[in-house]
């Protein structure tokens, strides 16, 4: 009977387990089903409550995160075992935390930790945003205009809210009515959004051209043809202003006169303005060379009339070179991934005048409290140039999008992205792809973006 009965309790374990995997996982990229989310958190919270051990939890994190971040092992191995060690490593806090506040039925504060939890995760230089729950709300209108309130956190609060409301419909037999009733209510304020009259648009075209010029294949000839091809498919439909995406010139154009020629000559057969980014080179450094990831506003006459640098980088793959300080000079500067240093301003770029844009650069799209400080200086619209080429995965290139789509909602203004290999997209206010071209594809987008 002894064994009977712990034979019952592994395979409740195990069904519980694999409940778990399967629903968040489906939850996330590429599968992007997020209203499994909130249901996702369950099989998780019966195990920590059934006595499983810290060991057994350790572990079955340590599989979802191999799985989860799988698209990592395409283009680095290491980086995807060491990922998925420290973040199943991270959520040994988190099961302690669940074993503790559940057995004290305190839910509404282990809500409250789990967003902490998550929060924490975007605290430093080596932020890593993912696994975040409010995320898988991107395509569920209502859940998502809760970030206009309260930004993902919020989100991610109502999802494990919900989590946990079942939870103590199941485990208890009753429903907490008014949780239930307050969290509806929220969700009713969120979506109450008074309409915005718009006065001025200006056509933009987003150019995605499906090239990397870290592809050995692409000479910078095929580049040059490819982006000038696509600048004059537009050209009919007579933009205002063009986007290419990030690092589009991958050569310093303040170095390359002769990329910066060749600009100035499209430009004038354009008749319009460009937003590009571009890597920036500082050669009079007292140091040696400072690489800076830049985007620049460059008007239809040639004139460059802003400037931005990236200032959030993303970890160990733009910042190892200038974060490993006991490394002699020489051998940092040699070092293939982490070539560029922070920039310290976030400027905005004055297109026109009326109209001011919020350019964002990548992974600066990840950070809401880093984009807000770009709305204090009440841009009209937001700009993200973006390179996705490094990763070949799907889920990579739509996590990406996801992070735009957030964006927008919590400032309420339009979001423009264009990645070289997608996922390029108009995005509104209120979340909306309201055109987009998907990945690894090459075409553009023209767009009336209302101010």
């Known amino acids: 009977m002894l064994n009977s009965g712990k034979d019952c309790m592994n395979i409740k374990r195990l069904s519980l387990s694999l409940a778990y995997l399967l629903l968040s996982l489906l939850s996330y990229p590429p599968f992007n089903l997020g209203a499994l989310a909130y249901l996702s958190c369950l099989p998780l919270f019966w195990l920590v409550t059934s006595g499983v051990s810290a060991v057994y939890y350790f ?8 799985l989860y971040f ?11 075992l060491l990922i998925s060690f420290v973040f199943a490593a991270g959520s040994l806090p988190g099961f302690w935390t669940a074993r503790y506040f559940l057995r004290k039925n305190w839910l509404f504060l282990f809500s409250v930790a789990l967003v902490f939890f998550e929060a924490l995760r975007l605290c430093s230089d080596y932020a890593l945003p993912f696994q975040i729950i409010g995320y898988t709300q991107w395509n569920i209108y209502a859940a998502r205009q809760l970030a206009a309130l309260g930004g993902i956190w919020l989100v991610s609060w109502f999802v494990y809210a919900v989590n946990l409301i079942f939870y103590d419909l199941f485990k208890r037999r009753r429903l907490r009515w008014g949780w239930a009733l307050a969290l509806l209510l929220l969700v009713a304020a969120a979506n109450y959004i008074p309409p915005v009259k718009y006065t001025k648009s200006i056509r933009v075209a987003l150019i995605q051209t499906g090239l990397r010029l870290d ?3 692409v000479t910078e000839e095929l580049f040059w043809d490819a982006y000038t091809q696509a600048c004059l498919q537009a050209a009919p439909y007579k933009p ?19 990329a910066a020629q060749r600009l100035r000559v499209l430009l004038s057969r354009l008749d319009a303005g460009l937003i590009l980014g571009n890597r920036a080179t500082d050669s009079f450094s007292l ?9 620049f506003y460059i008007d239809r006459g040639g004139a460059v009339r802003g400037a931005h640098y990236k200032q959030k980088l993303i970890p160990f793959m733009e910042t190892a070179n200038y974060h490993l300080p006991f490394l002699p000079y020489f051998i940092r500067n040699k070092i293939a991934a982490g070539v560029y240093r922070p920039g310290s301003d976030r400027n905005i770029f004055s297109i026109q005048p009326g109209l001011r844009v919020a350019p964002l650069i990548c992974y600066e799209a990840a950070d809401g409290a880093y984009v807000r400080g770009f709305m204090r200086q009440r841009p009209d619209f937001i700009v993200n140039v973006s390179s996705d080429g490094w990763s070949r995965s ?14 927008a909602v919590e400032s309420r203004r339009h979001l423009l992205r264009v990645a070289e290999d997608g996922i390029s997209a108009v995005i509104s206010p209120r979340g909306e792809i309201l055109a987009g071209l998907p990945a690894f594809a090459s075409g553009n987008i023209i767009w009336d973006v209302p101010y």
């Open 240 to 258: 205002e202003l063009y986007v290419w995406p990030e690092v589009a010139v991958g050569r310093s154009l303040r170095e390359d006169r002769t």
């Open 287 to 295: 140091r040696f060379n400072d690489n800076y990831n830049a985007v």
């Open 394 to 407: 799907l889920a990579e290139h739509q996590l990406n999008l996801h992070f735009n789509v957030f964006r």
């Open 70 to 80: 799988v698209w990592l092992a395409h283009t680095n191995i290491p980086g995807w």
């Open 59 to 66: 572990w079955l994190l340590l599989v979802f995160n191999l």
């Open 215 to 217: 592809n050995p294949a």
